[in-house]
């Protein structure tokens, strides 16, 4: 059915399909710290080059993140502080949700912690 509105429930569920990669999770997160060229992305991650761009793909096609060009240079950058709470968010869920798995607790805390 062409032209039909999406009910907001399955807008959410894109949305939260969208961030369902980890290589997109810890872009966005990356990202937190200030925009960051593709290069650092790569150097951070670790995922070969072609991966990383069909994930930023993603990312930018959703409106999550915005792309500038300088040069041969692209930088990534949040398109809102609202995802950098969503993320804080669902750090503060999976604290209790793990807290029977001290080891992702662990992990999760210190990432926190270097903030």
Sequence with gaps: MIGMPVPLYEA????FRMLGHPVR???LELLQDGPKPVRDLLAAIEVEPSNLSQQLAVLRRSGIVTATRSGS????AL???DVAELLAAARRI???LLSGRQDLLDE?????TAR
């Design 73 to 76: 240079t692209v930088v990534y």
């Design 79 to 81: 398109a809102g502080g």
């Design 108 to 112: 999760l805390r210190a990432a926190e």
């Design 25 to 27: 999770i810890r872009v």
């Design 12 to 15: 959410k569920a894109e949305f």
């Design 94 to 96: 999976l604290a209790v």
